[in-house]
């Protein structure tokens, strides 16, 4: 099965504020991962051909962080299903790195390729400028 893309994730900006202390903007929107591909070893792409992380999350120049919300419930690796995810942003590879419960009561273990991940919709908050 195919791999998901940058492409196969559709983010909307609903709001963007400016705050004061520390000057940085502040986004929050939704983001829908579509179909049945598979989870991309290493992380989600964020980045398009033509438009960067940065930019699809609302910023202009750089973006810090993001955290998601709306997937896992229960964060309690004993408890969660193998079915929720815990969403990692890592700006140094611009990626998505998604994490699951493995079953074992161990901490979360990153997804494997075969992973099937959509679709889902998720509410995520970013920082930068």
Do not use: C, H
């Not at 999350?57 to 810090?64: A, E, I, P, T, V």
């Not at 493995?102 to 901490?107: E, F, I, R």
């Amino acid at each position: 099965m195919a791999e998901l893309a940058a492409t196969d994730l559709t983010i909307d900006v609903t709001e963007v504020v400016i705050a004061a202390v520390p000057k940085k903007r502040i986004s929050r929107g939704t983001m829908v991962i579509a179909g049945t591909n598979d989870y991309t070893a290493g992380g989600l792409p964020v980045a398009t051909a033509t438009v960067s992380a940065a930019k699809r999350f609302g910023m202009d120049r750089q973006l810090d962080n993001v955290e998601f919300y709306g997937d896992v419930a229960d964060l309690d690796p004993g408890t969660a299903s193998t079915t929720s995810f815990l969403y990692k942003y890592n700006p140094s590879t611009g990626k998505i790195v998604l994490y699951q419960a493995a079953g074992d009561g161990d901490a979360f273990d990153e997804a494997d390729g075969s992973t099937v991940v959509g679709p889902r919709t998720l509410r995520w908050e970013a920082i930068g400028w």
